[in-house]
């Protein structure tokens, strides 16, 4: 019997190292869109993060005829009217650099004391069929704070400056081991991890 293949749907390494650690222990086959060199770039046009996952989803495994992951994170910072939000790898324009993205947002924060700097990460996960039709979703956030300035060198993205409610430690130094089972990707993917757990049951069962 062919083993079941999942699609995680990301170019981003940090995120598909992430996902990894936590379905790679699964009876499934992870694929990459490396594994896929003409596949096309989905539009990412939604105005929410669970609308950009299904976008992301069903164009991914439209394409690719496999089972397909994918998910839209981002910051929300509630002084900033929940920027960078859904454009959080957009933030300052597509060339910007993250360094430059913290910088950006720290220069905005400025002089805010602890109180007013509360944010979330949010992620949006979905699961699309080989048909590209979605099948499962579930969404996750990870309250905190945003620190004065970048800390740890761990993670990648907003990691450096964002400490999670409970936490002295940024994402940027937390062991990746806490990250993962405290972020809102880590929270989601847990919940997702039993809707592939329970394909692949079903596939095996004859």
Known sequence: MKQTELLIATSNSGKLGEIRSVLGDLPIALLSLADFPDIQSVDEGGDSFAENAGLKAAGYAKQAGVLTLADDSGLVVDALKGAPGVHSARYLGEQASYAERIRGLLTELNSLPDEARTARFVCALTIASADSEL??????????????APRGTGGFGYDP???????????GELPATVK???????????????????????SGAG
């Open 135 to 148: 099948v499962y979703r579930t969404e996750a956030t990870c309250e905190g704070l945003i620190a004065d």
């Open 161 to 171: 400056v964002f400490i999670p409610r409970g936490f002295d430690q940024t994402f």
């Open 180 to 202: 993962n089972r405290i972020s809102h990707r880590g929270k989601a993917l847990i919940e997702a991890r039993k809707f592939i757990a329970s394909l692949t049951a079903t």
